[in-house]
């Protein structure tokens, strides 16, 4: 287990008239290059979770494990492991801060101890990796787009080779096709470079399509964990929760209760493509894909 947190619970202002339970008893395990998404309403706690993956914050209460270490034990080295585990913040301003683009991305090497060349090197191959070009490495990074601010402060955390990248609503803002850009990004670092992505998002179809396992916090709590497509099945206690699935859900069903046999766990528009032509195929032979029954089993 790269990442393991037993009986985790965090309160805000312990002690206080301002106390408040954020996190309450998470028991989670994280392996090596899983794509996790996790979704919960404002307030849930999904990142104030994220923020104890990397010791930004301490537990009250519990233990968190980071290649079978406890993170909390007297010496342990918090900086050598924010360079395994790290953190892209949703509002990339946090993280950027100097002069230009390219010192930027190489502050973290830097801090490392490797040579200018290597940072250098390391902060170069980042930038491409996150499809910033060269005429913008001497530019300031505050002069840069939304979606480009957020490419060069996840190539800060790329360039000090991390084993885990997580993602704080890195699409936030963005258009639909710097959206597209950004979480194509996301997955190319998974698929090439095998790095454990987890990934924060408000948008259902977007952890639908990327995600292989997802995480719902309510209340402080893990109220589901699963692949999208059995937590999706669960849609009508995500909405009350405040959440919803993704619209293709909603189409399956009202298809279906129309009388299409369609495939009600499609999350995605190819896999509804797929069931709808598929269903209409049979409705106009007037059979099913074995000879009777349902093609898809509920």
């Not at 619970?9 to 106390?19: A, F, I, L, P, Q």
């Not at 480009?148 to 800060?156: E, N, W």
């Not at 190819?270 to 269903?279: D, M, N, Q, T």
Request: negative net charge; contains cysteine; glycine residues 10%.
């Amino acid at each position: 287990m790269l990442i393991e947190l037993k009986d985790v619970s965090y309160t805000y202002g312990k002690d206080t008239v301002y106390e408040v339970n954020a996190l309450n008893h998470i028991n989670l395990g994280i392996d090596e290059g899983e794509f996790i998404g996790i979704i919960g309403h404002t307030g849930s706690g999904k990142s104030t979770l994220i923020q104890h993956l990397n010791g930004l914050i301490k537990p009250t209460s519990g233990q968190i494990l980071f290649d079978g270490s406890d993170i909390w034990e007297d010496g342990y080295n918090l900086r050598e492991l924010r360079t395994h585990v790290g953190l892209v913040f949703q509002y990339p301003e946090n993280q950027l801060f100097e002069t230009d683009v390219i010192t930027d991305v190489m502050f973290g090497p830097k801090n490392k101890g490797l040579s200018k060349d290597q940072c250098e090197e390391r902060a170069k191959e980042a930038l491409k990796q996150v499809g910033i070009p060269e005429n913008f490495y001497k530019v300031s990074p505050f002069d840069l787009s939304g979606g480009q601010k957020r490419r060069v402060a996840m190539a800060g955390v790329l360039a000090m080779d991390p084993q885990v990248l997580i993602l704080d609503e890195p699409t936030a803002g963005l258009d639909p096709a710097g959206r597209d850009e950004i979480l194509g990004q996301i997955k190319y670092l998974h698929d090439k470079r095998g790095i454990t992505i987890i990934l924060v998002s408000h948008s259902m179809e977007d952890v639908a399509v990327y995600a292989k396992r997802l995480l719902v916090i309510n209340d402080g709590r893990i109220a589901f964990d699963g692949s999208p497509k059995q937590v999706f099945t669960h849609y009508r206690e995500l909405e009350q929760m405040g959440l919803a699935a993704p619209q293709v859900t909603y189409i399956m069903h009202r298809l279906h209760e129309k009388g299409l046999t369609v495939d009600l766990t499609a999350t995605t528009v190819e896999e509804a493509r797929r069931s709808i032509l598929l269903a209409l195929s049979m409705k106009k032979s007037g059979g099913t894909e074995e000879g009777g029954g349902s093609p898809w089993v509920k």
